[in-house]
Nanobody, 124 residues
Framework: QLQLVESGGGLVQPGGSLRLSCAASRFTLDYYAVGWFRQAPGKEREGVACITSRGTSTKFADSVKGRFIISRDSADNAVYLQMNNLKPEDTGVYSC?????????????????WGHGTQVTVSS
């Protein structure tokens, strides 16, 4: 089973930036599409961004387009989420997930391997 561990979360002021990492172990991420999801208190989990296994295609939620960048590094066996111009509504627990041989999607039910998440809080 693919194991994923997120890191990079924290407290940041509005307008600030954070870079989240999703590191894989036990298996290479090269064969997995990877998605980033977030869940705010009292709200459902929502897809934020995803990237195909070869990194040739990405998708973003409308709420983060132009502010977030998703990338992957095969040598690191990791996927990254660069978050810029953060807003209070970006607050939540951010989790990454793997989709074996998938094309990537923003729907949580399409993913089988999940990390435990990292907290992102945007507040002044």
């Amino acid at each position: 089973q693919l194991q994923l561990v997120e890191s990079g979360g924290g407290l940041v002021q509005p307008g600030g930036s954070l870079r989240l990492s999703c590191a894989a172990s036990r298996f290479t991420l090269d064969y997995y599409a990877v998605g980033w999801f977030r869940q705010a208190p009292g709200k459902e989990r929502e897809g934020v961004a995803c990237i195909t296994s070869r990194g040739t295609s990405t998708k973003f939620a409308d709420s983060v387009k132009g502010r977030f960048i998703i990338s992957r590094d095969s040598a690191d066996n990791a996927v990254y989420l660069q978050m810029n111009n953060l807003k209070p509504e970006d607050t939540g627990v951010y989790s990454c997930a793997g989709q074996k041989d998938g094309l990537g999607s923003l729907f949580p039910t399409d993913y089988t391997s999940w990390g435990h998440g990292t907290q992102v809080t945007v507040s002044s």
